[in-house]
Structure formats: C-alpha cells, structure tokens
C-alpha cells in the first residue's frame, strides 16, 4: 500500500509565501513524477506544477516566476515553494504521484493522490 502524506498549507497573506512538502511511503519501487494539482471552490481540479524523475518541470501560467516545484528523490518527497502568494492561490492542493510498485506478476504503475492540504491567500 502507498500513502501520501502531505504538509505545509495554512494561511498567509497576499505576498507572502508556504512551502508544501508531500512524502510518499510504502512498497514503492520508483516515481516517474510528482506534482501539485488544486481545487478551489465551485472550480474543477487544476494542474499547478509537475516534476518528473528526469527533474524537468512544467507549471500553470498563473503561477510560473512565483512557484517552485522540487524533489527528494533519497526521501520520495515533493516541495512546493510557493511565493507571492495571491488571493486566488485559495484552493486545496493535492499531492499526485505517478509511480511503480511491485504485483505479484510484475511491476505496476499506479496513480495516487493525497488528502490535500487547504491554502488560504487573504488580501
């Protein structure tokens, strides 16, 4: 079983910054990428930063010069370094993990996601 485990959101103001970690944990064979998605209310889940095993990155425009994806390939975890925060940065961020674990007839590729973690921008 593979968990991810998330941290860092909170509330800040306009300007300020969070950093999000995400840890995966389990019988984890490897990670092909790990990224940042969020959902605002009344909105659908949207991309805000991928980065896969290679260490290539790929943001959303809203966020690209004020948010910084990284990894801990040694820890399986993720960052999210998020500053100059804006008001419609609100949103709950999820951590996703597209990875391989091991079945019984070989290896598998899996998609989880975390709980999420509420981030909250107040003007």
């Known amino acids: 079983q593979v968990q991810l485990m998330e941290s860092g959101g909170g509330l800040a103001q306009a300007g300020g910054s969070l950093r999000l970690s995400c840890a995966a944990s389990g019988r984890i064979l490897s990670i092909n990428a790990m990224g940042w998605y969020r959902q605002a209310p009344g909105k659908q889940r949207e991309l805000v930063a991928t980065?896969?095993?290679?260490?290539?990155?790929n943001y959303a425009d809203s966020v690209k010069g004020r948010f910084t994806i990284s990894r801990d390939d040694a820890k399986n975890t993720v960052f999210l370094q998020m500053n100059s925060l804006k008001p419609e940065d609100t949103a709950v961020y999820y951590c996703?993990?597209?990875?391989?674990?091991?079945?019984?007839?070989?290896?598998?590729?899996?998609?989880?996601w975390g709980q999420g973690t509420q981030v909250t921008v107040s003007s």
């Open positions: 980065i896969t095993r290679g260490t290539t990155t």
């Open positions: 996703h993990a597209d990875l391989n674990v091991e079945g019984v007839r070989g290896v598998i590729n899996y998609n989880y």
